[in-house]
């Protein structure tokens, strides 16, 4: 028995180790373009804030025109192109779910099984164990069982927000991988706001907004770190005592 503990303990042990790192830390969410379960924080490239685009070479005609040509013209297309360009991405989520599923399921089974004289043992029986009574050659199996389970879901989200986001890598068919971080604070209170994912050019409005919908791998975060994000989580030793008891 004591050995039996003994395993219990390891093998629970060795269960929780994985989850011992990330006591007290949020789930980390996966980089676009990666394979899960790769943990990385999303966060913009700085090098490509640090990349200027390159000006376009004045025009022949232009040399001596009144009107300028290119993002910064007047009738320019000033929608991010390009490595290190801003894009506004639009978060506007309301979305609800309900989900309610119930399941019932009983069975009864009877197996009988009689053979009349089953081979003369009865005779048999009655002279080796005289006064027994008459055999009765039967043999007779019942089961039931039955199971019923129920679960109900119901989830209503709604976020608002609006962030800039940098293009942080140009992708061969013309698709940009952008990112952006936006971080405010209050008091001891920080609010963290994070987007990334993949857009295509095309899906970029004349304001240069962009909707979260037309984000391919999109990944949000929104949450906050400070002393009331602290006081409502639960102390280490409560999340580690929640790993590792089986009860």
């Not at 009738?75 to 801003?86: E, K, V």
């Amino acid at each position: 028995m004591r050995r039996a503990l003994v395993l219990l303990g390891l093998a629970l042990a060795a269960t929780g180790c994985s989850r011992l790192e990330n006591v007290g830390k949020p789930p980390e969410m996966t980089p676009p373009g990666r394979p899960m379960p790769v943990m990385a924080p999303i966060a913009p490239e700085r090098i490509a804030l640090a990349t200027p685009r390159l000006p376009p070479p004045p025009e022949s005609y232009a040399a001596g025109s009144l009107w300028r040509n290119g993002p910064t013209s007047l009738f320019g297309d000033r929608r991010a192109q390009t490595l290190g360009d801003i894009v506004t991405v639009v978060i506007e989520i309301d979305e609800s779910a309900s989900i309610s599923n119930e399941t019932t399921r009983d069975r009864t089974g009877n197996e009988n099984l009689s053979i009349a004289a089953l081979l003369g043992l009865p005779s048999v029986a009655d002279t080796i164990l005289p006064g027994a009574g008459t055999l009765e050659p039967a043999a007779s199996v019942a089961s039931s069982s039955g199971s019923s389970g129920a679960g109900t879901v119901d989830r209503e989200e709604e976020i608002t927000l609006r962030i800039a986001a940098t293009v942080t890598d140009m992708l061969p068919n013309g698709h940009m991988v952008i990112a952006g971080t936006q971080e405010i604070r209050v008091n001891y209170e920080l609010r963290d706001l994070q987007v990334a994912g993949v857009i295509r050019p095309e899906d970029i409005t004349r304001k240069n907004e962009i909707t979260y919908d037309k984000i391919a791998d999109a990944r949000i975060l929104y949450g906050g770190r400070g002393q009331i994000t602290d006081v409502q989580q639960p102390r280490y030793g409560q999340q580690v005592a929640d790993i590792i008891l089986p009860f």
